[in-house]
């Protein structure tokens, strides 16, 4: 099949913010009046939910894209220093937001206009008129539910077409949040190293075959995940192409690949198929031996999203199985720690204060702890399976 490349086909996909629209979407109330920013916003939300995705540019000020670019370069040449990630990543680190000494990624994800595009525009969570119409209350909120820095270089191999499963995202199947895919590089896509989409398809006849494929969480019991079940989805999620190799062909044929800029967001349905892309050989000359593409994810979901019952790897759930099944806003509500840090409705000074306070101590106490029952649980699935072989 033909390499794909950026063309004037395309331009439908992507999107220019002004600085002024910039702070009109942080602000406290949306201005209606720019009859030409109304426009762009409808635009965005219609190919958003028609094509599955929607790449917008202009989201971040010039200054806040360069300490996340600084901000990125830092961690990935700390871990260069460290053994490699696998094969597919060149650096890696989860819970970015949460990283006390690179508060960039807890600005970008929480307090910039990337959560107020997606609650605004993308997902409709405003305040809504209560019954009596003179008040009003939040329908419901936004909140960051996963992040990670991740760069890729000359690795091996890169994750196959999918969605992403229970651990990048533990909300059962009935919710619908957003992925970002956030360039902190230049990725020309003649080079490779960069995200491909395939358009339409959260909502493609065949995307439910895709899904059993991989074990993907719409597969999953509602009633909740037994331990043989996430043993035989653990570490599927990127096989598409040795799993199903007719359905793989069906979402290369339609892949989609964008000339990425440093500060692009791609935002994408959670039921988008996606894949990386390994750099090239010409991609290999063009950047040197020692590249490393950087990006940011963040997955954000309304607060009402519900996490997956039943074995759960989710640092929430293994430090209270209680939490099973609870939704987001319940979850913090009840634990009083702000394990899916809210960004939307934004916070007052005083509720961003004790947010951040409440990150840190989940950072240094309770997410390490939650580690270590993590890799207990993997270490007693794997070896209860290797018992029954």
Not at 61 to 80: I, Y
Request: aromatic share 8%; hydrophobic share 35%.
């Amino acid at each position: 099949m033909q390499k794909m490349t950026t063309s004037s086909a395309k331009s439908k996909h992507i999107f220019n913010i002004t600085a002024e629209q910039r702070a009109a979407l942080r602000s406290p109330q949306l201005c209606c009046d720019d009859v030409e920013f109304n426009e762009v916003l409808k635009s965005i939300k219609q190919t958003y939910n028609t094509e599955g995705f929607v790449l917008v540019r202009g989201l971040l000020d010039d200054d806040t894209k360069e300490r996340l670019v600084a901000a990125g370069h830092e961690l990935q040449s700390a871990d260069t220093r460290r053994p490699p990630i696998g094969n597919q990543f060149n650096a890696l680190e989860f819970g970015s937001a949460f990283n006390r000494e690179k508060v960039i990624f807890r600005e970008v994800a929480l307090d910039s206009a990337i959560p107020a595009i997606i609650a605004r525009v993308l997902l409709d969570i405003e305040e809504k008129d209560d019954e009596d119409g003179d008040e009003k209350k939040n329908d419901t909120s936004l909140r960051l539910l996963k992040d990670a820095f991740m760069a890729k270089g000359k690795e091996e191999s890169h994750c196959g077409w999918h969605v992403d499963d229970n651990v990048f995202w533990p909300t059962d199947s009935s919710s619908s949040g957003v992925n970002v895919w956030l360039s902190l590089d230049e990725i020309p896509a003649e080079y490779g190293g960069g995200m491909a989409v395939s358009p339409r398809s959260h909502t493609a006849e065949w995307r439910r075959d895709a899904y059993a494929s991989i074990g993907s969480t719409p597969t999953l019991p509602p009633e909740g995940v037994s331990p043989a079940q996430l043993r035989k989805t653990f570490g599927q999620t990127c096989n598409m192409a040795s799993l199903n190799e007719e359905i793989n062909a069906k979402i290369e044929s339609t892949k989609l690949l964008f000339d990425y800029r440093a500060g692009d967001c791609l935002f994408c349905h959670r039921w988008l198929f996606h894949r990386s892309t390994i750099i090239n050989e010409d991609g290999m000359k063009h950047y040197d031996d020692n590249s490393a593409l950087k990006r940011y994810t963040i997955r954000y979901e309304r607060g009402s999203a519900k996490l997956i019952q039943g074995v759960n790897l989710e640092p929430s759930v293994l430090i209270d199985p209680q939490n099973s099944g609870k939704s987001l806003d319940e979850v913090c509500e009840i634990n009083n720690k702000p394990f899916y840090p809210r960004c939307w409705p934004p916070l007052q000074v005083e509720e961003k204060k004790v947010q951040s306070v409440g990150m840190d101590v989940l950072s240094q106490e309770i997410f390490p702890l939650a580690q270590k029952k993590k890799i207990e649980t993997i270490q007693g699935l794997m070896a209860a399976g290797a018992g029954k072989a």
